[in-house]
């Protein structure tokens, strides 16, 4: 890309530093969400492990992985993303050093280099920036988002700064802003708000040649106008460009902080653009949630419940429902790896088993699901969830005893749950699973086309290798289970219900993913619906 040709194109880099964990996608999020009302914006992650992608990760190390319509498997940050901005995004939007050190290597056995010395600069710098130039072309975007994981002085991250530092120079100093996000503690007994922290971050990012034009400030309080000016003067921003990261219950906030802080402005002067934010209904779904009007409590049998992160999509579904049904939705967080003891379940208002991988826990959730199943308590199962249903409903109502996946007991005498077909022969782990958006056709009267308002169709996004055995669809449609939704070809079985509960639907998708702030997922809004009732 030669330097200047993409002048029409503004980027912002968002960097971070001093803590992980401060909020850097939600921040770049947030900023994008600001500035979308006239721009098409197009957020890119850079992420410096060297996996392809997280697909091949434990949720313990890396929190939820987010699947896209196209099937990529990316960084939960591209929730945050699709959450805020209102955008479909795509896998090639999140880049990470596994990707690049691929391209790299292909490129040199190809001959690409012609008889160089391959390095990182400017080699794998080049694969990096022309990847972030190539996204906007193709996206035909007015602004790039650029988060770089990780914290300043990372080893893993160290590419991706010096690449967008050179990004400066490719696409002239107007048309690119540089923000930096760091904490500004208050230490218990100084009761003070210190800047050093964020002094000493600035001071790292400085000797990499990136000179931030804003930077936001982490912090417990809004950021006083002392601590502004004395971080404007050590790191050499105008005060106004100071900005609080105020720690907020509520992430929605987070943009109606940073347009109170004067965030769009200084942004809008910075690239000479004008985008003005209009966050009227925004605030008014946040009022919704600030002035609950009534209370329930789900129940998630998981068995990654000891981090939130690991169902992000499911928390900020809930999110969405209670700001629509304007009430408090306590989540009570239930490991069913020794879930013996059942009667933990009388004090909810419904019961969710969501997605997972492999036979630990799997006990617990069948049963979480009979108790829910007798007791007419809401239930709603995704993926490793209708799995669930589908086997309790085998043994304890079509009398298949031992019924199982073969995901959890591959010698199983009632194989319900079965590979996929073209499953089969995989052997390797990486993004080879059914990932992505698919369509399925919806049952006629059934209470899933209803919840979808009618729709023939309903398109949701996948990620599994089993499915319902189509050996078994006959004795369990004949005991009275609704398969209300299935693939065009009618094999596969996406949608599940037993239409006479007051809510038992479950899902082979993620609907989780696809839910919006304006628009939450119709199934998560039926169910608390129903765990009112
Ligand atoms: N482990 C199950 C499968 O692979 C369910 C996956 C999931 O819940 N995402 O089909």
Redesign the pocket.
Known sequence: MAPGQLSSTKYIIVTGGVLSGLGKGIAAASIGHLLSSKLKIVPVKCDGYLNVDPGTMNPYEHGEVFVLDDGGEVDMDFGHYERFLAVTCKSSWNLTMGKVFDIVRQKERKGDYLGKTVQFIPHVTDVIKNHIFKVAEEEEADLVIVEIGGTVGDMENELFLESTRQMKEDVGRDNIAYVHLTYVPIPEGVNEQKSKPTQQSVILLKQRGIFPDIIIGRCHEYLTKEIKTKISNFCDVDPEAVITGLDVEDIYEIPVVFEEEGLPGILHKKLNIYSPPDLKKWKQLIANRKNPEKEITIAMCGKYTKLEDSYASIVESFNHCSAHHSCIINLKWIDTTDLKDMSILDEVNGIIVP???GSRGAEGKIEAIRYAREKNIPFLG???GL?MAVIEFARNVCGLEGANST?MDPDTKYPVIDILPEQKNITEKGGT?RLGAYTAVLKEGSVVKSLYGGANEASERH????EVNPEFHGIIEKNGMVFSGSSADGRLVEYIELPKLKYFVATQA?PELKSRMDAPSPLFYGFVKACFE
Not at 463 to 466: A, F, G, I, P
């Open positions: 997605g997972g991988f995704l993926c490793l799995h995901e699973m990620r599994h290798r089993y993620h």
